[in-house]
């Protein structure tokens, strides 16, 4: 199982707006510190074959949500994966310049932080 994960690990993100779920999205948050404070937004992500085959996640069975959560200090973001129980999960990390990196190749920016516009 690898520990840090990549941008390339998720094939594509965007932000869940009107209810519009593809069949190979996984309903995501991530919860973020900005300006002004922390917050929680929803998205959809569809992580690459690649996690999906990796041997801790297949054992969760079906991946109910992602969670990627930002820590404090510039410490690597948690990314954890659950089973529809919500019980088990599966947790990576992500450094911040490759969560930075999956965010810019989906033309993703974050609410709170420059440049957002409401879809």
């Known amino acids: 199982m690898p520990v840090t994960l ?18 190979d999205e996984i309903p995501a948050v991530i919860e973020h510190n900005f300006k002004d404070g922390r917050m929680v937004d929803h998205y959809y992500v569809v992580p690459a074959p ?4 990796d041997e801790a996640v297949q054992s969760l069975g079906k991946i109910e949500n992602i969670l990627f959560l930002q820590q ?6 948690q990314v ?5 129980a919500m019980i088990r999960e599966v947790v990576f990390e992500m450094e911040e310049a490759e969560f930075r990196a999956l965010l810019a190749q989906n033309h993703v920016i974050l609410p709170g932080e420059p440049g957002f516009v409401m879809p």
């Open 6 to 23: 990549k941008a390339a690990d998720f094939l594509s993100l965007r932000m869940q707006y009107k209810n519009t779920q593809e069949s």
């Open 50 to 53: 690649s996690l999906l085959e």
């Open 80 to 84: 954890l994966l659950h089973e529809p």
């Open 72 to 77: 404090p200090d510039g410490a690597p973001w």
